[in-house]
């Protein structure tokens, strides 16, 4: 008999590594059991979908069962793995449609239970109207919810890279959006005076942002009508919550799968856990941050789809490593574009560095060329070796290609100067004749 791959989680990482399973091996029998109703999607469609943008859910599912079946992958949805038992190599699986539990058996497992929506122990959190953005059934019940009750007024609790996309798409719907942010600024990962132009840009748009302000409860009776932090009671028809992502590490932590120090799944660069034959993948997974030397949980879809590859190739007799991550990302806040790679300047001098920044503004394009717009570029780096540390650009063009030189150039592990000697693109469409990275990067080598 061949041997058996299971996948427990069939989402980006999972599908991913069955995929590339299957490509290595033509043998092996793969199983993949998914606890929501959908594979193979791409969640940050999401808030586009909500939005109206994309006009079907199905836009964003990437492939089926039925197409995996046809590439002779098995994949089961709406069944939850309940336990894993890493001795006698088996999994206890449920059948949520008809509540049938049964034991599979198992050779070789890749752990992909991804992440779950941070939902915090607040009065009111279970009220209808509430909802966290997580997977498929939550982008349908949002978009579904504002299309039946025609909400007015809508609360985004979190100004993280999801509160932000879902400003937007709420207020898309022609409803009075209030974001409530616990911190000091919104997008926490950028430094403070680069979030201060994403805010701008929110309160331009009629986004009524709250700084320091913590959510204490909801209130309401058959559905939400207040969210409250502190002496503020602010009208409600529609909350959205988006504090963060944890790790599934339930089933991982009884079966004696090690956790890291992040406390998601740790890993080896080949994906492999403490526990031989399971690999694990994707944000249930830590991952090699290439700047501080160490593992990170940084949940990103594009992470979960190159680890789960590596994953896959390896639990089907390859052998592929992972090469690690600097965290690159990027978000859509209205017109403006916001994106950062390593660390911010905090983050670096928290984590010990010598850190120096520099912060310069100049075009997007030639001065002389209609619709140029302004570009805030910061490096952080050593200040003493020059080494990059991070980088973060806002702006409202060019934004994602100068925060991907950015990251290359942290792949490998530039100084400033090195930066500043790149042979970068210039036409007067596209770009000055002194792009604003090298413009920063003379200014940081100075």
Not at 43 to 65: A, H, L, M
Not at 82 to 100: K, P, W
Request: charged share 20%; net charge negative.
């Amino acid at each position: 008999m061949p041997e058996r791959l299971i996948v427990v989680g069939g989402v980006a990482a999972g599908m991913s590594a069955a995929a590339k399973a299957r490509r290595t091996n033509k043998q092996l029998d793969i199983i993949v059991y998914e606890q929501s109703g959908f594979v193979s999607y791409g969640s940050c469609g999401f808030p586009y979908f909500i939005k109206g943008e994309i006009p079907q859910i199905n836009d964003v599912i990437v492939r089926t069962p039925a197409q995996f079946a046809a590439q002779g992958i098995t994949a089961h949805v709406k069944h939850q793995v309940l336990a894993i038992d890493s001795a006698a190599q088996t999994v206890v699986v449920r059948n949520l449609d008809t509540g049938h539990e049964f034991t599979d058996q198992w050779d070789r497992m890749i752990l992909t239970t991804g992440g779950a929506s941070a939902r915090p122990a607040l009065a009111g959190l279970q009220l209808p109207g509430i909802f966290t953005l997580r997977t498929v059934e939550d982008a349908v019940a949002i978009r579904q919810w504002i299309d039946e009750h025609r909400p007015e007024r809508g609360v985004i609790v979190g100004g993280g890279y999801i509160g932000l996309e879902l400003a937007e798409a709420l207020a898309a719907h022609h409803m009075h959006i209030t974001l409530l942010e616990a911190t000091g600024q919104v997008l926490p990962t950028l430094d403070a005076e680069m979030a201060a132009h994403i805010q701008a840009e929110l309160t331009a748009q009629g986004v009524d942002v709250r700084l320091d302000c913590a959510v204490e409860a909801f209130a309401g009776s058959e559905r939400v009508r207040e969210v409250l932090a502190g002496d503020q009671h602010i009208a409600a028809d529609i909350v959205i919550v988006s504090v963060g992502v944890k790790p599934s590490v339930g089933l991982a932590r009884a079966a004696g799968i090690a956790l890291g120090p992040t406390g998601a799944v740790a890993v080896d660069d080949h994906q492999r856990t403490n526990i031989t034959g399971i690999w694990a993948a994707g944000d249930v997974a830590e991952a090699q941050h290439l700047v501080m030397g160490r593992p990170a949980y940084v949940p990103l879809g594009s992470t979960a789809n190159k680890q789960g590859k590596v994953a896959g190739a390896n639990a089907a007799g390859g052998d592929e490593r992972f090469g690690g991550i600097v965290g690159t990302s990027v978000v859509k806040v209205f017109d403006l574009h916001a994106a950062g790679t390593g660390l911010s300047e905090l983050r670096a001098r928290a984590e010990g560095y010598n850190a120096a920044s520099v912060v310069a503004t100049a075009n997007s394009r030639a001065h002389y060329m209609p619709g140029h717009q302004p570009i805030h570029v910061k490096l952080v780096f050593e200040q003493d070796t020059h080494k990059l540390l991070g980088g973060q650009i806002v702006g409202r063009e060019g934004v994602s290609k100068r925060i991907d030189t950015l990251a290359a150039a942290l792949h490998a592990g530039w100084t400033t100067e090195q930066l500043a000697e790149l042979d970068l693109s210039y036409a007067p469409p596209f770009a000055p004749v002194w792009d604003p990275i090298l413009v920063a990067a003379n200014l940081a080598s100075r």
